[in-house]
């Protein structure tokens, strides 16, 4: 942000879980890699897989199985095996090398101190996102979490985002979405949510300003500065 850009106002914070929150690609990679091999497949380097990550398990896998612009069949029973395996295989390492990013932890307190409320909305299934939060110690800084599957919709559809602001007593023009990518961009204009981008994530090399979002960040601990609580402009103190 810079000197002129005044800090957007809001009441509570959407987030990203994937390459926003949390570094999960080498356990995604990890499962990835577990399914193809066992199917006889090439597996795939971290960075291949990096890219790939941001619309869910299905097309995730998909693109795994067939390259980047694939999407995931419909009615193969093969390819929901692997679905499942990979699920299973994913649920048993969920958090082997998956850890918050740099100042996320410190970076929530804050915000909840500041008078913030503050969402997850993921494409990751609901119950993996939930156990995920949990062993990572970031659940009890969230009151809402909505999942890939918690609705018949997801990312970028924008009722995820109006689901968890329900929850929250908050409405879209008083809310912010922060995310990695695209689909988070797309959910939030969507939703009728201002965006914050954060350019270390997982966009497929895609620098996120193309992506227009209303501010963007290097470093996660840089929130603060972004937001004004319209409880007054003391909260976003230190």
């Not at 926003?20 to 399914?35: F, I, K, P, Q, R």
């Not at 970076?107 to 995920?132: I, R, S, W």
Request: charged share 20%; hydrophobic share 40%; glycine share 8%.
């Amino acid at each position: 942000m810079t000197p002129t850009t005044p800090p957007l106002p809001c009441q509570a914070v959407l987030f990203d879980l994937d390459g926003t929150l949390v570094e999960t690609a080498v356990d995604l990679a990890g499962a990835m890699n577990h399914v193809l091999a066992k199917r006889g497949y090439p597996t795939l380097p971290l960075a291949q897989v990096r890219n790939m990550v941001g619309h869910g398990a299905r097309v995730l896998l998909a693109r795994g199985f067939w390259g980047f612009g694939a999407q995931p069949p419909d009615g193969d029973p093969d390819f929901e095996a692997a679905v499942r395996d990979f699920l299973d295989y994913y649920g048993d390492h969920l958090v082997d090398g998956s850890r918050p990013f740099p100042g996320v932890e410190d970076t929530l307190d804050q915000l909840l101190d500041q008078g913030y409320k503050l969402a997850v909305v993921t494409n990751k299934p609901e119950h993996l996102t939930l156990k995920m939060l949990k062993l990572l110690d970031l659940d009890r800084r969230f009151q809402a979490v909505v999942g890939g599957d918690t609705l018949s919709r997801r990312k970028p559809d924008p009722h995820p985002l109006w689901h968890a602001l329900d929850a929250l007593g908050v409405p879209a023009a008083a809310a912010v979405m922060v995310g990695d990518s695209e689909t988070d961009v797309a959910s939030g204009r969507a939703a009728g949510c201002a965006v914050v981008a954060v350019t270390y994530g997982y966009n497929r090399d895609q620098p996120v300003r193309e992506l227009n979002p209303d501010r963007i960040t290097d470093h996660f601990a840089e929130l603060p500065t972004l937001l004004v609580h319209p409880a007054g402009a003391n909260r976003n103190s230190p």
